[in-house]
């Protein structure tokens, strides 16, 4: 130690050894730094880095040995040999370029240790190499002891320098290897100058060709220059690298913000992948980097996305569990980590691809029953008809219409309606074999096709099966709202050679099932079908009779038995056809009512009647007749109210008559109706009394204004004891109710003779006056007159007292 020291402070140069302290600090920092620099770096640039980190530490380290052997002052000149020199050089960059190497590509600290210790050996081979090329007589003698120490010196202190700088992250750690590695050179470098010993060497250089100080600064300071580069480009380069990585991070934010899914490849794996095609492919949480592509592409699609650049591709994505996922796939070539990579934007079609699927299925499905609709429904029966066709086959089609179903959304609400509905379907669907079809053609329609049978019978079996499912279904739920269905069915080629008049046909036969009371089916005939186009095409005219001014208003007088004085008059509707003439009322109204045309007929009929009424001078009552459909319509009661606010009627002027089958088909809404009409002032009559149900059970139900018997009973009151008795009933019930009761159609004198004799406070009909129009009753409605006519002005009331 002792000669170790008294070579550095007796046989040096000082000055020199701190500039060469100097630049051996600043070229270990550089190798500390730029070897953990490179570690960092992808594999091209790491070894880009490392020889960039061998040429500054060994030119740093070699740049102290040169300026301490300058600053070493012996007793006799010596001179460097130039190729001797260069070499120690080299050695110095090759040795501990492989140190740091070694240091680089490890993974723990034992390849620290080791690259450090290899650097450390190539410092001492360095120096060691460099004394060899000095320039000096005789025999240089060793200190054998020192030497060892030197190197191992040199070895383990590289060591420990390299360890020391792998122990922590931060830039106190790098400090401090670079700190014991600039040790380790120091020391190896002037423990070695102490095994030296010139006693036996002699000048073969003249003084004047000794290296001159100033060399040594030219080499220090080329040496600082070459560090200073190195550390200056590490710099820059990790400057650019947070930059990139700012900027990589910023485009991943950009990157995750985006819905769809977003990959960057090297052509056959995943680099990097957004958040959206994690959760995409169920691997949130999972790096799917290094992933290959062709484990989530098809090989044809991967083909061409890579020979189409920018054309979009709907394509599948695997996500490595077997589930496969429906894409649209665009690969455009971008710029990532500094070389050109393909990043390929990923958009899920699972949500189209289903829409898509629904949009197919409602096009030909009801979306309420899941049934075919109406248009796949034709294009089956089409189908069906054709090969029908060509096999000599028959095909049959059921037309089926659920009977009320209008009363099911009134009374329990269109809830129940649509799980009726739905219900049907569901038993439809069980009651039928393979081949047969079933759907729904809208509202309450729904039709069957049964192919390939072998007559009628079998048609009507499978009606039959129908109708037992839904009974079934009645017994099992036990709510108030029934299915009950009505038939009509149709045969090809046997009923028709069309799939239109097939159905058409089949309808008709509904239409017939219904008229014969509903719940049953019935086979379509020959003369149903002109039955039911000559009731459409009146249908058809009826629709446009109001607009083309074909209704008109008749007026019938209604006659006090007792005084033979016109009490009021009951308004009747008349259609004159404009090809047919006058069509009967029996004909008209139950279509009307059938097609809902009642309501429009039945508001026209109140206007004109309340307008009419109005500017009659002797005020008297005006009876018009209102449908159940009327009745149960829920703008009813406005209607009436508006007519007599703009007719300018009094309302205790108007009376509006009923028949029993609007009580029947809904009790408590009828009186609900009627209890807020008498609230308006208007009296109700029960018309047609005696022909409906439950008819006393009726009267104590509402409490009607006058009942009005019908007709049929009338007419042969005077020799049918069942007649009289009936009509005396019910002239007796009136009178302990205190209703007036009107006898309607009394055509004879032997009638009107009974009627007087029972008591009977109006009658109304032919032996009276015929309906006409109300002109012919002026007299009476401006107050000339109170009877129909004057020459009967004392006739009748006489012949009424006979």
Same mark, same amino acid.
């Given at each position: 130690?002792?000669?170790?020291?008294?070579?550095?402070?007796?046989?040096?140069?000082?000055?020199?050894?701190?500039? @060469? +302290?100097?630049?051996? /600090?600043?070229?270990?920092?550089?190798?500390?730094?730029?070897?953990?620099?490179?570690?960092?770096?992808?594999?091209?640039?790491?070894?880009?880095? #490392?020889?960039?980190?061998?040429?500054?530490?060994?030119?740093?380290?070699?740049?102290?040995?040169?300026?301490?052997?300058?600053?070493?002052?012996?007793?006799?000149?010596?001179?460097?040999?130039?190729?001797?020199?260069?070499?120690?050089?080299?050695?110095?960059?090759?040795?501990?370029?492989?140190?740091?190497?070694?240091?680089?590509?490890?993974?723990?600290?034992?390849?620290?240790?080791?690259?450090?210790?290899?650097?450390?050996?190539?410092?001492?081979?360095?120096?060691?190499?460099?004394?060899?090329?000095?320039?000096? +007589?005789?025999? %240089? &003698?060793?200190?054998?002891?020192?030497?060892?120490?030197?190197?191992?010196?040199?070895?383990?202190?590289?060591?420990?320098?390299?360890?020391?700088?792998?122990?922590?992250?931060?830039?106190?750690?790098?400090?401090?290897?670079?700190?014991?590695?600039?040790?380790?050179?120091?020391?190896?470098?002037?423990?070695?100058?102490?095994?030296?010993?010139?006693?036996?060497?002699?000048?073969?250089?003249?003084?004047?060709? %000794?290296?001159?100080?100033?060399?040594?600064? /030219?080499?220090?300071?080329?040496?600082?220059?070459?560090?200073?580069?190195?550390?200056?480009?590490?710099?820059?380069?990790?400057?650019?690298?947070?930059?990139?990585?700012?900027?990589?991070?910023?485009?991943?934010?950009?990157?995750?913000?985006?819905?769809?899914?977003?990959?960057?490849?090297?052509?056959?794996?995943?680099?990097?992948?957004?958040?959206?095609?994690?959760?995409? !492919?169920?691997?949130?949480?999972?790096?799917?980097?290094?992933?290959?592509?062709?484990?989530?592409?098809?090989?044809?699609?991967?083909?061409?996305?890579?020979?189409?650049?920018?054309?979009?591709?709907?394509?599948?994505?695997?996500?490595?569990?077997?589930?496969?996922? *429906?894409?649209?796939?665009?690969?455009?070539?971008?710029?990532?980590? =500094?070389?050109?990579?393909?990043?390929? @934007?990923?958009?899920?079609?699972?949500?189209?691809?289903?829409?898509?699927?629904?949009?197919?299925?409602?096009?030909?499905?009801?979306?309420?029953?899941?049934?075919?609709?109406?248009?796949?429904?034709?294009?089956?029966?089409?189908?069906?008809?054709?090969?029908?066709?060509?096999?000599?086959?028959?095909?049959?089609? $059921?037309?089926?219409?659920?009977?009320?179903?209008?009363?099911?959304?009134?009374?329990?609400?269109?809830?129940?309606?649509?799980?009726?509905?739905?219900?049907?379907?569901?038993?439809?669907?069980?009651? #039928?074999?393979?081949?047969?079809?079933?759907?729904?053609?809208?509202?309450?329609?729904?039709?069957?096709?049964?192919?390939?049978?072998? =007559?009628?019978?079998?048609?009507?079996?499978?009606?039959?099966?129908?109708?037992?499912?839904?009974?079934?279904?009645?017994?099992?739920?036990?709510?108030?709202?029934?299915?009950?269905?009505?038939?009509?069915?149709?045969?090809?080629?046997?009923?028709?050679?069309?799939? &239109?008049?097939? %159905?058409?046909?089949?309808?008709?036969?509904?239409?017939?099932?219904?008229?014969?009371?509903?719940?049953?089916?019935?086979?379509?005939?020959? &003369?149903?079908?002109?039955?039911?186009?000559?009731?459409?095409?009146?249908?058809?005219?009826?629709?446009?009779?109001?607009?083309?001014?074909? #209704?008109?208003?008749?007026?019938?007088?209604?006659?006090?038995?007792?005084?033979?004085?016109?009490?009021?008059?009951?308004?009747?509707?008349?259609?004159?056809?404009?090809?047919?003439?006058?069509?009967?009322?029996?004909?008209?109204? *139950?279509? /009307?009512?059938?097609?809902?045309?009642?309501? /429009?007929?039945?508001?026209?009929?109140?206007?004109?009647?309340?307008?009419?009424?109005?500017?009659?001078?002797?005020?008297?009552?005006?009876?018009?007749?209102?449908?159940?459909?009327?009745?149960?319509?829920?703008?009813?009661?406005?209607?009436?109210?508006?007519?007599?606010?703009?007719?300018?009627?009094?309302?205790?002027?108007?009376?509006?008559? !009923?028949?029993?089958?609007?009580?029947?088909?809904?009790?408590?809404?009828?009186?609900?109706? $009627?209890?807020?009409?008498?609230?308006?002032?208007?009296?109700?009559?029960?018309?047609?009394?005696?022909?409906?149900?439950?008819?006393?059970?009726?009267?104590?139900?509402?409490?009607?204004?006058?009942?009005?018997?019908?007709?049929?009973?009338?007419?042969?009151?005077?020799?049918?004891?069942?007649?009289?008795?009936?009509?005396?009933?019910?002239? +007796?019930? +009136?009178?302990?109710?205190?209703?007036?009761?009107?006898?309607?159609?009394?055509?004879?004198?032997?009638?009107?003779?009974? #009627?007087?004799?029972?008591?009977?406070?109006?009658? &109304?009909?032919?032996?009276?006056?015929?309906?006409? *129009? %109300?002109?012919?009753?002026?007299?009476?409605?401006?107050?000339?007159?109170?009877?129909?006519?004057?020459?009967?002005?004392?006739?009748?009331?006489?012949?009424?007292?006979?």
């Amino acid at each position: 130690m002792h000669t170790v020291l008294s070579t550095l402070l007796f046989e040096h140069d000082l000055r020199l050894v701190a500039l @060469a +302290g100097l630049v051996c /600090a600043l070229a270990s920092f550089a190798g500390i730094s730029i070897l953990h620099h490179a570690r960092r770096s992808s594999a091209h640039a790491r070894y880009i880095w #490392l020889a960039v980190a061998a040429v500054a530490v060994g030119f740093g380290v070699w740049s102290t040995h040169f300026i301490a052997m300058i600053a070493f002052r012996p007793d006799i000149p010596v001179g460097y040999d130039l190729p001797g020199t260069i070499v120690s050089l080299v050695i110095a960059i090759v040795i501990t370029g492989g140190g740091l190497w070694i240091a680089a590509i490890g993974r723990g600290r034992a390849d620290f240790a080791l690259g450090g210790a290899v650097a450390g050996f190539g410092i001492s081979a360095m120096h060691y190499t460099g004394m060899a090329a000095l320039i000096i +007589g005789g025999e %240089i &003698q060793w200190d054998l002891v020192l030497m060892a120490a030197s190197v191992l010196l040199g070895m383990g202190l590289g060591l420990v320098a390299f360890v020391l700088s792998a122990w922590g992250r931060g830039l106190g750690w790098r400090l401090g290897g670079a700190g014991v590695l600039t040790l380790a050179i120091c020391a190896m470098h002037f423990t070695a100058m102490g095994a030296v010993n010139l006693d036996n060497c002699y000048p073969v250089v003249a003084e004047g060709d %000794i290296s001159p100080a100033y060399l040594s600064m /030219a080499v220090g300071i080329a040496g600082i220059l070459i560090v200073g580069l190195a550390l200056g480009g590490m710099m820059l380069d990790r400057h650019e690298r947070r930059r990139a990585a700012r900027e990589t991070g910023r485009m991943r934010l950009l990157a995750d913000a985006a819905v769809d899914g977003l990959i960057v490849t090297d052509g056959e794996r995943v680099l990097t992948a957004n958040s959206s095609f994690q959760r995409m !492919i169920d691997a949130e949480g999972i790096d799917v980097t290094g992933c290959p592509l062709e484990e989530l592409f098809p090989s044809t699609a991967l083909a061409e996305l890579f020979a189409q650049p920018d054309v979009r591709l709907e394509t599948e994505l695997g996500d490595g569990s077997g589930r496969v996922i *429906p894409v649209e796939a665009v690969l455009r070539p971008v710029e990532y980590a =500094g070389q050109e990579r393909s990043a390929i @934007a990923i958009r899920d079609l699972s949500a189209r691809k289903k829409d898509e699927q629904q949009i197919r299925f409602l096009a030909h499905h009801d979306s309420l029953t899941g049934l075919s609709n109406r248009a796949a429904f034709n294009r089956q029966l089409h189908k069906e008809m054709s090969t029908a066709r060509r096999l000599g086959q028959s095909v049959a089609v $059921l037309c089926l219409d659920l009977d009320r179903f209008k009363e099911v959304n009134d009374l329990f609400g269109h809830g129940a309606g649509d799980s009726m509905l739905q219900a049907v379907a569901e038993r439809l669907t069980g009651v #039928l074999g393979d081949g047969q079809t079933c759907s729904r053609l809208g509202g309450d329609e729904f039709a069957v096709i049964v192919p390939e049978i072998d =007559g009628p019978a079998q048609a009507g079996r499978v009606a039959e099966a129908i109708m037992e499912a839904f009974r079934d279904h009645n017994l099992e739920s036990g709510s108030g709202a029934l299915i009950s269905a009505s038939i009509g069915i149709a045969l090809y080629p046997d009923n028709a050679e069309t799939a &239109q008049a097939l %159905i058409a046909n089949a309808d008709t036969a509904l239409y017939r099932a219904k008229q014969d009371g509903r719940g049953v089916y019935r086979f379509f005939e020959a &003369q149903m079908g002109a039955a039911v186009r000559e009731k459409r095409l009146l249908e058809n005219d009826l629709r446009a009779a109001i607009a083309r001014n074909e #209704l008109t208003l008749v007026f019938q007088p209604q006659v006090g038995v007792a005084s033979g004085e016109v009490t009021g008059f009951e308004a009747l509707v008349r259609w004159t056809h404009p090809v047919r003439g006058e069509v009967s009322p029996s004909v008209f109204i *139950p279509i /009307a009512e059938e097609s809902g045309l009642i309501l /429009a007929i039945g508001d026209w009929v109140m206007r004109e009647a309340c307008t009419e009424a109005a500017t009659w001078t002797n005020r008297l009552p005006v009876a018009v007749n209102v449908s159940p459909v009327q009745l149960h319509a829920a703008d009813f009661l406005a209607n009436l109210e508006a007519i007599l606010a703009q007719t300018g009627l009094a309302p205790g002027q108007l009376e509006i008559e !009923i028949t029993e089958t609007a009580l029947i088909r809904d009790l408590a809404r009828t009186i609900a109706t $009627l209890d807020r009409v008498k609230a308006l002032g208007v009296r109700v009559a029960m018309d047609d009394f005696g022909t409906g149900y439950s008819s006393l059970a009726n009267l104590r139900a509402f409490a009607f204004d006058k009942i009005k018997v019908d007709q049929s009973f009338i007419r042969s009151v005077d020799h049918s004891d069942q007649s009289a008795a009936i009509v005396r009933a019910v002239l +007796g019930l +009136g009178s302990g109710l205190k209703l007036p009761v009107v006898a309607e159609g009394v055509e004879r004198l032997e009638e009107l003779e009974f #009627l007087r004799a029972e008591a009977c406070a109006e009658v &109304q009909g032919y032996f009276f006056s015929r309906p006409a *129009p %109300i002109a012919d009753f002026a007299a009476i409605t401006s107050g000339r007159d109170r009877f129909l006519l004057a020459a009967n002005a004392t006739a009748l009331p006489a012949r009424m007292a006979v």
